[in-house]
């Protein structure tokens, strides 16, 4: 039977004839003859009509090509047949010589005893089992081998496929675990979700009070310096250094008292003009040498600011 059947061209309304310009489109008419000869060789064979087709060139090459394939595999098919039918007909006329080979020596199969011929069925139908032509040990032996060998290999195959299937059970069972795992945690994060929101609404509340208050904090810095810079302020006179000038006047002062002291007990005295003077040129002496004490304290504490 070939590759088209009845039914498998849905034609439209046309007729299998040429056209009268087919002359003019370049169509072969011997490809379209051997087209024709072989949809009715195929139809005539199913007992059906060939449905009409539109007739063009894309539609006979293909069933051209569908043709030389059915065609082709047809012959391959009847060269095989054939081969099967030459093989059948020396199987039967060996089997036909064998048969009046063990009628001469009295073996044939109805006069031998019912157990030596089911052993020679069963005897056959391992030598077909196992795929061997005859009857001798060292076939029976060989193809015993190799079912051993491919037993063996088998066995290892199924080892390994063991192996490989508890590794994939293992698998698995790490896999389901972890999804548990992952579901669980899932569950978790989505219970985490609203107060982690509310958590997040108050920072960013929160967040939106500090930027608030940093743009009113930079206002307030801006006035300030604004104001330090109206009045003239200097990083000379900042608060490290006017603690420092404060301690170290504190210092002059307690040196100075005692001088102070003296001096308001001279006043005391009864005047005495020389000594008076000598006194006072004295203490003048004293305080120039405060005054330069402290010009140079306060020029240290400059010098270092700076």
């Not at 299937?165 to 609203?194: C, N």
């Not at 006043?267 to 010009?295: G, M």
Request: with cysteine; proline share 4%; charged share 25%.
């Amino acid at each position: 039977m070939s590759d088209i059947s009845g039914g498998s061209i849905h034609p439209p309304s046309t007729t299998f004839e040429p056209s009268k310009n087919s002359g003019s489109s370049g169509f072969d008419a011997g490809r379209i003859a051997e087209v024709k000869a072989w949809l009715v060789s195929q139809f005539d064979a199913v007992g059906k009509d060939v449905p009409d087709f539109e007739y063009t060139p894309r539609s006979i090459a293909h069933l051209h090509n569908i043709a030389t394939l059915s065609q082709a595999k047809t012959q391959s098919a009847t060269i095989v047949a054939n081969d099967f039918r030459q093989k059948a007909s020396e199987y039967r006329s060996q089997a036909a010589r064998i048969r009046e080979i063990l009628e001469h020596v009295g073996l044939v199969q109805e006069s031998l005893p019912s157990n030596v011929v089911s052993s020679s069925q069963v005897l056959a139908n391992v030598a077909n089992l196992l795929n061997i032509r005859d009857t001798e040990l060292s076939s029976f032996l060989v193809a015993m081998a190799d079912l051993s060998l491919r037993k063996t290999a088998v066995e290892e195959k199924r080892a390994k496929v063991q192996q490989e299937s508890k590794e994939l059970l293992d698998y698995t069972r790490k896999a389901i675990a972890r999804l548990t795992y992952l579901k669980r945690t899932l569950g978790q994060l989505e219970d985490d979700i609203a107060p982690c929101e509310a958590q997040m609404e108050h920072w960013n509340t929160n967040l939106a009070i500090m930027d608030s208050k940093e743009r009113q904090y930079l206002l307030q810095y801006s006035n300030y310096k604004a104001i330090l810079n109206r009045v003239g302020y200097s990083p000379e006179i900042s608060h490290g250094v006017l603690v420092e000038m404060a301690e170290h006047r504190k210092e002059l002062e307690k040196k100075t008292k005692p001088i102070l002291d003296t001096l308001r007990s001279y006043q005391d005295l009864p005047p005495d003009k020389a000594l008076a003077a000598l006194a006072i040129e004295d203490k003048k002496l004293q305080y120039a040498a405060a005054e330069k004490h402290l010009e140079d304290v306060l020029q240290s504490a400059f010098a270092s600011s700076e």
